[in-house]
Every structure is written in structure tokens, then in C-alpha cells.
T-cell receptor
């Protein structure tokens, strides 16, 4: 069965500091991986996605993620965090049928001034 | 293009009642998926519809049902509501042009917040 693990429930970083959110997946075939962000009371916004090819993918808002097959990881990074980045972040893997995704439990990011 | 819209945004019901939630996908999108989000269980897949047919189903009881119309709009129905059904229900649409592979990108609506008293 497919699964996604986000080991960090809550992360606090200072504004301007770098950020890395961890994601590990378990999936038998080629994974289709996504990172989403959710602000309070809102739906999910796609940050970036990995399907194939270059293992370092760039997304919106200055985020990037690196796919490492050997570690079954897809960690999200940002070199300098802004206060507006405070939100909940979800890693997800899509099944062979696109409309069914498995999500991690999310990581809540707090940004200190 | 307008994004995914969900109505109503907020809903309060009592146990035993039923509820219908609506989702209008992005124009041209043929796939609509529904997810339930709760603090305890996180984001869980309910079902996916493509061209008016249910293509995937998650592990929810039969009280949860859905349908999709010819214009791709989708409704989700929950009968005999229980307290545990209180959640944010998210709808996502995708083009459905990749033959159902995971390469389709989902676009999420703002959700319907259902409270069961």
C-alpha cells in the first residue's frame, strides 16, 4: 500500500532562515510526487510536482524539492523563509489513477520574526 | 479561468440528517475528486469521478456517495450524519487528459466546512 510520511509535525524557523521539510514515501511503482500548501481555512495550493526527469524541481514562491529514489524522499526546501510562508505543508503521492492521492499528515510551519 | 468552486462554504447539521455538497470544477476539467480533512485523520480520499463515472473509491462507508453530471459538476452526499463526519470536505479537479495516470495535476477548491451537532 502507498504511504507518505512527514516526520515533522511542527517546525519553527526565523524569518530569513533556510527551510527543509521532510517527506518519505512508500510506493511500488514510479512515484508521482507533490507538495501542497494550505493556509488556515483554505484549500490546497500546489507548490511543485515531480513526475520524471531532473530530480531537482522548482516550484512557486521560491520553493524547490529534490527527489531521491535511493532514500524514498522528496524534501521541500526554501533558502530564505518569509513570514507569509507560515502555513501547513502537505506532501502527496498520486496513484496510477490521477485523481486519487495519498497525503502525509502535514507539517505546520511557524515563522518567527 | 475561474478556479474550483464549492458550495456551500459552511454548513451545520444535526446527527441523523443528510447533506449534499457541490463542486464546480475548472472549465474543461473532466475529473473531480473528493477528500475529507479532519485533525485526527488528516486528508483522506473519498472518491473520484471522471466523465460521470466513479473511477476510484476510498475506504468510506456507504453513507458517503457522489455523482458527476454531464457538465463535470459533482455532488457529494452524506446520509445519516454522525458527529465524526464533521470535517473540511475538499474537492479537486484535474483535466483528466493523461489517461488517468498520476501526472494529472489536481486543483483544489476552498472546501466546505461541515459541522455535525
Amino acid at each position: 500500500a502507498q504511504s507518505v510520511t512527514q516526520p515533522d509535525i511542527h517546525i519553527t524557523v526565523s524569518e530569513g532562515a533556510s527551510l527543509e521539510l521532510r517527506c518519505n514515501y512508500s510506493y511500488g511503482a514510479t512515484p508521482y510526487l507533490f507538495w501542497y500548501v494550505q493556509s488556515p481555512g483554505q484549500g490546497l495550493q500546489l507548490l511543485l510536482k515531480y513526475f520524471s526527469g531532473d530530480t531537482l524541481v522548482q516550484g512557486i514562491k521560491g520553493f524547490e524539492a529534490e527527489f531521491k529514489r535511493s532514500q524514498s524522499s522528496f524534501n521541500l526546501r526554501k533558502p530564505s523563509v518569509h513570514w507569509s510562508d507560515a502555513a501547513e505543508y502537505f506532501c502527496a503521492v498520486a496513484h496510477t489513477n490521477a485523481g486519487k492521492s495519498t497525503f502525509g499528515d502535514g507539517t505546520t510551519l511557524t515563522v518567527k520574526p | 479561468k475561474a478556479g474550483v468552486t464549492q458550495t456551500p462554504r459552511y454548513l451545520i447539521k444535526t446527527r441523523g440528517q443528510q447533506v449534499t455538497l457541490s463542486c464546480s470544477p475548472i472549465s474543461g476539467h473532466r475529473s473531480v475528486s473528493w477528500y475529507q480533512q479532519t485533525p485526527g485523520q488528516g486528508l483522506q480520499f473519498l472518491f473520484e469521478y471522471f466523465s460521470e463515472t466513479q473511477r476510484n473509491k476510498g475506504n468510506f462507508p456507504g453513507r458517503f456517495s457522489g455523482r458527476q453530471f454531464s457538465n463535470s459538476r459533482s455532488e457529494m452526499n452524506v446520509s445519516t450524519l454522525e458527529l465524526g463526519d464533521s470535517a473540511l470536505y475538499l474537492c479537486a479537479s484535474s483535466p483528466g487528459t493523461s489517461g488517468g495516470r498520476g501526472t494529472d495535476t489536481q486543483y483544489f477548491g476552498p472546501g466546505t466546512r461541515l459541522t455535525v451537532l
